[in-house]
């Protein structure tokens, strides 16, 4: 179990690997975590353009 084990912290193997894994992870978090920023602001931002324009249209006699 010793040797096994030994072995396996000597081999690089599959590292980069790894490596590509975390940073993809760390990417995909990142761009999660950055939109769940924006999102209220963007809603509220569409939200009361709506209104305005809901306002205009209904201030024009049509």
Request: glycine residues 10%.
């Amino acid at each position: 179990m010793t040797k096994l084990f030994g072995r396996f912290v000597k081999s690089e193997r599959g590292a980069i690997t790894v490596d590509w894994v975390v940073i993809t992870a760390t990417a995909i978090g990142l761009a999660i975590g950055g939109l769940s920023m924006f999102q209220s602001n963007v809603t509220t931002v569409s939200s009361a353009t709506g209104d305005s324009l809901e306002d205009y249209n209904n201030d024009m006699d049509w």
